[in-house]
């Protein structure tokens, strides 16, 4: 299968041959490092989730660097640590200066694993949209801004097997859309939903791009079956993800890891760029994620 995967920022020795680089616009780039302060959010916890929203002394952690109203998401991964599991619930929260998260089938006791990451940028404007259903209105932001992700909480009314979750958001229209197609449903089931957002000042961003994927590969390599711009480094952003089985029936499968952290590897090809598969972790999947580099 023909691939086409460019990498976003500095030249590296060990790309592989399908894989072409960005120019870097070093303008102004040391003054914008001085500014830009990362949220070493990478928290890693086995907690018992429960059915009224976590338990806050489980779930909810403090990150080395205290999240605020500036802080817009970069990657999460949430993982059951005793297999995989009909799933109700998922969430990546921010919550004053801590982090949330979970994964959760009904009865809401199984340990899992979570991490994130965060930047902090000045001048972004947050919000927040909540309520039921595939789509939501968001507040305009201010001109020359980028609409981007900071957290999300999707619950469905009953665990069931999962064919994809996704949650988009589209800056022009001004629309967060949310997914959480089950074996229940022919399309998305109505969800519960919270969808925290941030306008960030263009000023800070080297570009919009998307890579999306599909195959067996269980760490969803860039070295499978990938299209899109590769960031370089950890400099990075959420817009939005769909993550999903990608089989001929279209069904739907128990879960055990589901993230979107693009982790730094030795090579463009040995990185990671989402997760998303059972226990066995062979399944076909198929994955977009939306992202804004930093400058």
Do not use: C
């Not at 089989?247 to 760029?273: C, K, W, Y």
Request: proline share 5%; aromatic share 6%; no cysteine.
């Amino acid at each position: 299968m023909a691939m086409s995967v460019t990498l976003a920022g500095p030249a590296q020795a060990d790309l592989p041959q399908n894989v072409t680089r960005l120019p870097t616009d070093q303008r102004g780039i040391d003054t914008i490092r001085t500014v830009l302060q990362p949220v070493q959010s990478r928290v890693a916890l086995r907690a018992r989730d429960t059915r009224s929203d976590l338990d806050p002394d489980n779930s909810l952690r403090t990150p080395t660097v205290p999240l605020n109203q500036t802080s817009v998401l970069s990657s999460f991964r949430l993982s059951f640590s005793n297999g995989d599991h009909h799933v109700k619930h998922v969430a990546v929260l921010r919550e004053g200066e801590r982090a949330r998260g979970s994964i959760a089938d009904n009865n809401g006791d199984d340990n899992f694993a979570f991490s994130a990451s965060w930047w902090n940028i000045p001048g972004v404007v947050a919000g927040e949209v909540s309520g039921t259903g595939l789509a939501a209105d968001i507040a305009e932001g201010p001109p020359n801004s980028t609409l981007a992700l900071v957290g999300f909480r999707l619950t469905v009314p009953q665990d069931d097997e999962v064919r994809s979750i996704s949650v988009k958001l589209i800056g022009e229209t001004r629309k967060a859309q949310v997914g959480f197609w089950t074996t229940a449903s022919n399309n998305s089931r109505a969800v519960d939903y919270v969808i925290q957002n941030s306008w960030v000042p263009n000023i800070y961003l080297a570009g919009n791009y998307s890579l999306a994927g599909s195959g067996m590969d269980a760490g969803a390599r860039v070295g499978s079956q990938a299209s899109g711009v590769v960031p370089e480094n950890a400099r990075h952003i959420l817009r939005g993800f769909e993550l999903g089985y990608n089989d001929s029936n279209l069904s739907a499968q128990n879960l055990r890891d589901f993230g979107v952290h693009m982790a730094p590897g030795t090579g463009a090809a040995e990185r990671e760029i989402v997760s998303w598969q059972d226990n066995d972790r062979a399944e076909h999947i198929k994955w977009k994620v939306d992202y804004s580099a930093l400058k």
